[in-house]
């Protein structure tokens, strides 16, 4: 499992600034809890180009695929409440 995570983290390192500072603390701190099917979607998102996933967290878009709105609800949630504390 560890070996999953650690490749799920290589590929939050991303091209643009905005997205490695949201996507890799998730990572860090709440893939070991996430469902099989949240780490399914994870990887999914991870799939896609940093300009569509930036496009989703900003919220300009939002993603065709079910569930991956809820999962990027529950990172964009909790990158702001890591600011707040």
Request: charged share 35%; with cysteine; net charge positive.
């Amino acid at each position: 499992m560890k070996a999953d995570r650690a490749k799920i983290l290589w590929r939050c390192r991303r091209g643009i600034r905005e997205l490695d500072s949201v996507l890799k603390p998730f990572v860090e701190d709440c893939y070991d809890e996430l469902s099989p099917l949240d780490k399914n979607l994870l990887q999914t998102l991870l799939g896609h180009q940093d300009t569509q996933i930036l496009d989703w967290i900003l919220g300009r878009e939002i993603p065709d695929k079910k569930g991956l709105q809820t999962l990027l609800d529950s990172i964009i949630r909790y990158s702001k409440e890591s600011r707040v504390t």
